[in-house]
């Protein structure tokens, strides 16, 4: 109670019942509720934690060996990826699909191996040209399939065909390399 | 021989020792740590009123005032496992919480260019409207003066706190407090002097 003001004393209200009530009903509600805002929030923080984290984690134990303390993370990462992916056994099922053409194994294309041969298939021979040829172009077309035969044969000059007779099969030891897409094409 | 008789009788300070004045909100204080529903209840059938009082005087407007009290009460409910004190410092504490509300509400009138006195309508109807907000008078004369001068003018002459009990509230001293309360006291009472 202000004497020196007593103007101050219009300020003095009190708090009407229904106001009252609904404000011990809301402290009620805050008293028995409210710890679930700050568990939600630690949640949330827990959870950001562990998506950050996690990988780290992940990346840590790939390097790890058997007795090491993220072995069994690098184990259930293992379990858990998808079996196409690559792992360190290099391994992989179907890698080589998943190369860029640049990076394949042009051997398999170009120089079939020997077990691929059908028995009693005619022996292939090599395109040579109909029409007749300079003795560099045929010396060049000799030197191609020399290249193509198997490092380990045993080059028999009686068996090497004349430059002179074109079209002649060779009586070679190994057989010629079947002729290409391409060289099957310039055939007439 | 009596050595009792022969040592000089010391001098014992009889000190007057008084038995601190116990508060109203001392034994709800425990209450209030625990969390106990009753004990918010008793602070606050204790408390209500002198804070509405206050934020009344602080912002002109009393449905903003009700929910000032009802979110410092809000507040003490969060934080009430770390509150640490006795009564007084229980009412300190309330009385503070309620400030920075206000001081919250005055930027964002600032921001939003409200004024209570704004919405007075020219001719009252209703006792309600003529409640809830100050008298004119009254609002013009308590904006003159500072923020500061204007809490401490409300926490002693309508809150009838101490001049301890202020420096709790304002977290200064007493010395400062008593000093921002004779200018506000000075200011107002020549305000409302030319009111008159």
Redesign the interface.
């Given at each position: 109670?202000?004497q020196?003001?007593p103007?101050?004393e219009?300020?003095?209200?009190?708090?009407p019942d229904e106001?009252?009530d609904?404000?011990?009903a809301?402290?009620?509600r805050?008293?028995h509720g409210?710890r679930t805002g700050r568990t939600r929030f630690r949640l949330l923080a827990i959870a950001a934690v562990l998506v950050l984290l996690l990988p780290v984690i992940a990346l840590a134990a790939e390097r790890t060996g058997p007795g090491d303390l993220l072995y069994p993370i690098r184990e259930l990462v293992e379990r858990v990826l998808p079996s196409g992916a690559p792992t360190t056994s290099g391994e992989p099922a179907d890698s080589e699909d998943l190369l860029p053409p640049v990076h394949r194994d042009r051997s398999s294309v170009d120089r079939p191996r020997r077990d691929q041969e059908v028995e009693g298939s005619p022996r292939p021979e090599p395109v040579r040209e109909t029409t007749p040829t300079t003795s560099q172009q045929q010396r060049d077309d000799r030197s191609d399939d020399h290249d193509r035969r198997d490092v380990t044969e045993v080059e028999d000059e009686t068996t090497r065909p004349s430059s002179d007779e074109p079209g002649t099969s060779q009586t070679t030891l190994r057989p010629e390399a079947p002729p290409t897409r391409e060289q099957r094409a310039d055939r007439p | 021989m009596d050595h009792a008789l022969l040592l000089p009788a010391k001098r014992v300070r009889i000190s007057r020792v008084t038995p601190t004045d116990a508060h109203p909100l001392d034994r709800h204080v425990d209450g209030v740590r625990n969390r106990s529903e009753q004990a918010f209840r008793a602070v606050y059938l204790a408390m209500a009123n002198d804070l509405l009082s206050f934020a009344f005087g602080m912002l002109g407007d009393r449905r903003t005032a009700e929910d000032m009290v009802q979110q410092a009460f809000i507040e003490l409910v969060e934080s009430a496992h770390q509150f640490r004190g006795d009564g007084k410092a229980l009412r300190a504490w309330l009385f503070r919480s309620v400030r920075y509300g206000c001081l919250d509400e005055y930027r964002r009138r600032s921001r939003h260019r409200e004024y209570p006195s704004d919405r007075l309508p020219e001719r009252a109807h209703h006792d309600d409207v003529i409640s809830r907000y100050l008298e004119p008078n009254l609002q013009r004369a308590l904006d003159s003066l500072t923020e500061r001068q204007r809490t401490v003018i409300l926490l002693r002459h309508v809150g009838g706190l101490s001049g301890h009990e202020m420096a709790r509230v304002m977290k200064t001293t007493r010395k400062a407090v008593y000093g921002v309360l004779a200018r506000a006291e000075g200011n107002l009472r020549q305000v409302l002097r030319e009111e008159s």
């Open positions: 109670m202000s020196q003001f103007e101050l219009r300020v003095r209200v009190e708090m106001v009252r609904r404000h011990l809301s402290i009620s805050a008293l409210k | -």
